[in-house]
């Protein structure tokens, strides 16, 4: 998907599955109005790659650190396990 090209239009800026409309009587040229949302498959937002050189060790070193640190909430506080 391109987004910012010379002819975008709310009708054109959408993720997928939403729609809009034009809308009746607008008060503006382009004036779009919420419709549905429909179903996408799961395979249209989800791309799996290879990792990169270096991306096995940065995963378990920041996950170690995530793992590491302690936590407050209202006072309380909360170690990872």
Avoid: C, H, W
Wanted: proline residues 6%; glycine residues 8%.
């Amino acid at each position: 998907v391109t987004f910012l090209d010379s002819d975008e239009s709310m009708g054109t800026l959408l993720s997928q599955g939403r729609t809009v409309y034009p809308k009746t009587n607008a008060q503006f040229p382009g004036d779009y109005e919420e419709g549905q949302t429909y179903p996408v498959p799961e395979k249209e937002f989800l791309l799996l790659t290879p990792l990169k050189a270096g991306d096995s060790a940065n995963i378990r070193k920041y996950k170690d650190m995530a793992l590491s640190r302690r936590y407050r909430m209202n006072g309380r506080e909360f170690i990872t396990r």
